[in-house]
């Protein structure tokens, strides 16, 4: 996978092997194939192109999504909250496009595995055809609902984005390791106040809630400022471990 940056700032991700086209010109296959990080190519009508190193951000940003996905505010912190790393097993249900899949891959690397549930068949192709062009191996697409029941044991992080999450905390609970996370996104407060309850009922403990709000700045010639707009509500997200 190569990634090129136009004179726009417009990242394009393509494949080995695959001809570049756009309305800035055409940039032939082998070119590409050829080229190292850090080049500048250029197209069969002059416009320049620099050759970058993609990262999952970067492939997120352009792959075929079909719905939405969570943002980065909130995968961050679920990577952070449950200290997910190298090795670590993961169940993930409600894939989308599969972006939380995605990262969740990224951190456990070759040694860990996320198996990530999707009840609707058209997601489910689209998240397996993301998950093959950006080259890892260690995510299972699985088009079931789980609600008929977890297949996997011995799992370090079960992540839920359901309507009704609740209903299967049962289930989270047997295949979790001892010490494992729950996590929930909730775009209702509702979602997130029966999920605490129902967690607590089952004998789960660091149960918290926790909404994120992002802000940037903006920087002018004559100050610094917040900007006008920001990323505010998108869901609550719900943590829980298993005693």
């Known amino acids: ?33 050829n080229a190292e990080v850090g080049d500048e190519i250029k197209s069969h009508n002059g416009h320049s192109f620099k050759i970058i190193k993609p990262n999952i951000n970067d492939f997120i940003d352009v792959m075929d999504r079909r719905c939405s996905i969570l943002l ?3 995968i961050g912190y679920v990577l952070a909250h449950t200290g997910l790393g190298a090795g670590s097993r993961v169940v993930d249900a409600g894939t989308g496009a599969g972006a939380i899949a995605l990262n969740f891959g990224n951190v456990v690397g070759s040694e860990g595995h996320v198996y990530t549930y999707e009840i609707r068949e058209d997601f489910a192709e689209v998240a397996k055809k993301n998950i093959d062009n950006f080259g890892i191996e260690n995510i299972t697409v699985k088009n079931q609902n789980i609600k008929e029941g977890i297949d996997e044991d011995n799992i370090d992080l079960v992540f839920l984005d359901l309507p009704k999450p609740f209903e299967i905390f049962e289930e989270v609970l047997d295949s979790l390791n001892v010490g494992g996370w729950l996590a929930v996104y909730a775009p209702y407060i509702d979602q997130a106040k029966l999920s605490y309850r129902v967690a607590k009922k089952l004998g789960f403990f660091d149960i918290e ?16 400022r917040p900007k ?16």
């Open 72 to 74: 980065k505010k909130d």
């Open 209 to 224: 809630i926790t909404e994120l709000l992002e802000r940037g700045l903006e920087v002018r010639q004559n100050g610094v």
């Open 228 to 243: 006008t707009r920001m990323v505010g509500h998108s869901g609550y997200m719900l943590f829980a471990r298993k005693l």
């Open 1 to 33: 996978m190569k990634m090129i940056l136009d004179e726009r700032g417009k990242k394009h991700v393509l494949k080995q092997g695959e001809e570049f086209q756009s309305d800035l010109g055409i940039i032939k296959a082998d070119v590409l194939d």
